[in-house]
């Protein structure tokens, strides 16, 4: 079996850490896509597009929710793309802890399988200009946002 070149993680999994999230059971279950073409991560690139881009759209009122102060039970997520000494990236949620300035400041919430050098529950920031998506999840389940991660969701395209 081939290895995969870029692989996208939509799994909300977690370690141990002080603040560890707590998501509702009823909260939708992500599906990870495996690219393994370079044709196939073009094509996946093109079609996430209008997604990240409504996500980028949305998200200053998102980030002014957040700084104003979540509910007991909501946390916030960014999803950016994590790239390593070897050139494998791969695509993450980081539970956002602050932002400051244009920066999005949490730690790694999800299950590496690419890239090297990084784990789950790690220190990481990384500017705005490399958000992806974002997502709010709600103690009752629900999410706000998660544009791209809903459209991988259904996604079937080439080098799947």
């Given at each position: 079996?081939?290895?995969?070149?870029?692989?996208?993680?939509?799994?909300?999994?977690?370690?141990?850490?002080?603040?560890?999230?707590?998501?509702?059971?009823?909260?939708?279950?992500?599906?990870?896509?495996?690219?393994?073409?370079?044709?196939?991560?073009?094509s996946l690139n093109?079609?996430?597009?209008?997604?990240?881009?409504?996500?980028?759209?949305?998200?200053?009122?998102?980030?002014?929710?957040?700084?104003?102060?979540?509910?007991?039970?909501?946390i916030f997520f960014?999803?950016?793309?994590?790239?390593?000494?070897?050139?494998?990236?791969?695509?993450?949620?980081?539970?956002?802890?602050?932002?400051?300035?244009?920066?999005?400041?949490?730690?790694?919430?999800?299950?590496?399988?690419?890239?090297?050098?990084?784990?789950?529950?790690?220190?990481?920031t990384f500017p705005?200009?490399?958000?992806?998506?974002?997502?709010?999840?709600?103690?009752?389940?629900?999410?706000?946002?998660?544009?791209?991660?809903?459209?991988?969701?259904?996604?079937?395209?080439?080098?799947?």
């Amino acid at each position: 079996m081939k290895q995969p070149i870029f692989l996208l993680v939509a799994l909300l999994a977690f370690v141990a850490h002080a603040q560890e999230p707590q998501l509702s059971p009823d909260a939708p279950k992500d599906k990870p896509v495996q690219i393994y073409t370079k044709d196939g991560e073009a094509s996946l690139n093109a079609a996430e597009a209008p997604y990240i881009a409504k996500a980028r759209s949305t998200y200053p009122v998102a980030k002014a929710t957040f700084l104003a102060g979540l509910p007991q039970g909501e946390i916030f997520f960014a999803t950016t793309i994590l790239h390593d000494n070897n050139g494998a990236a791969e695509q993450v949620f980081i539970e956002v802890n602050s932002i400051q300035g244009d920066h999005i400041i949490g730690h790694i919430a999800s299950q590496l399988s690419v890239v090297k050098g990084f784990q789950n529950g790690q220190f990481y920031t990384f500017p705005e200009s490399a958000l992806i998506d974002w997502l709010i999840t709600h103690a009752d389940g629900s999410e706000e946002g998660n544009y791209v991660g809903k459209f991988l969701d259904t996604y079937h395209g080439a080098g799947v």
